[in-house]
């Protein structure tokens, strides 16, 4: 992707959508980042999974989960699901058929799949040793989806969310 995007000559605007976005972070191991990352992630509304030994995981959403309108419309629907089922009396169980159908809808209406790997930043071309670590790298890579806004609103939220103070949860 950098050899095609470091050309002086060619027009930025005649290039495809880059589908890689890579942040670092200052001062931070990539332990804590990659527990702040899991954390912030595992909070939404989305499939999220990731495996520490590779300091990778992989999430879909099926829409934008992530932005204040999102989670203020979860947050009502929730009270009204709660509210319900204080007035009927009955808390509602899940039915195994249910279960299925809903994995085959995911897996058809993702409107975003993201890969994010988490390292430590690299210092001319080689990655710190354990002891001298000066921060972390961040790569969010854009695996699904049609809408770069999406993916750019999402990279924007991680960033922010893992370079800001963290607070737990969104």
Do not use: H
């Not at 191991?29 to 912030?40: D, F, M, Q, V, Y």
């Not at 995911?106 to 409107?111: F, H, S």
């Not at 799949?113 to 001319?124: L, N, Q, R, T």
């Amino acid at each position: 992707m950098d050899v095609a995007r470091n050309i002086p000559s060619l027009p930025r605007n005649l290039l495809p959508f880059p589908s890689t976005y890579i942040f670092s972070i200052p001062a931070t191991s990539p332990s804590t980042t990659a527990s702040r990352l899991n954390t912030l992630l595992s909070s939404l509304d989305l499939q999220w999974q990731y495996r520490a030994s590779i300091s990778t995981g992989v999430g879909f959403a099926a829409r934008n989960v992530w932005s204040r309108a999102s989670r203020r419309e979860r947050q009502q629907q929730q009270q009204s699901i709660n509210e319900s089922e204080e007035r009927d009396g009955r808390v509602e169980g899940g039915d195994e058929d249910e279960d299925m159908s809903d994995e085959e809808e995911d897996e058809e209406e993702v409107a975003l799949g993201f890969k994010i790997e988490v390292g430590g930043m690299k210092k001319d071309g080689k990655e710190e040793a354990e002891g001298e670590e000066q921060g972390t790298e961040v790569r969010i890579r854009w695996l699904r989806g049609k809408e770069s806004v999406l993916f750019e609103s999402f990279c924007g939220m991680v960033r922010r969310k893992l370079t800001g103070g963290f607070t737990g949860g969104c």
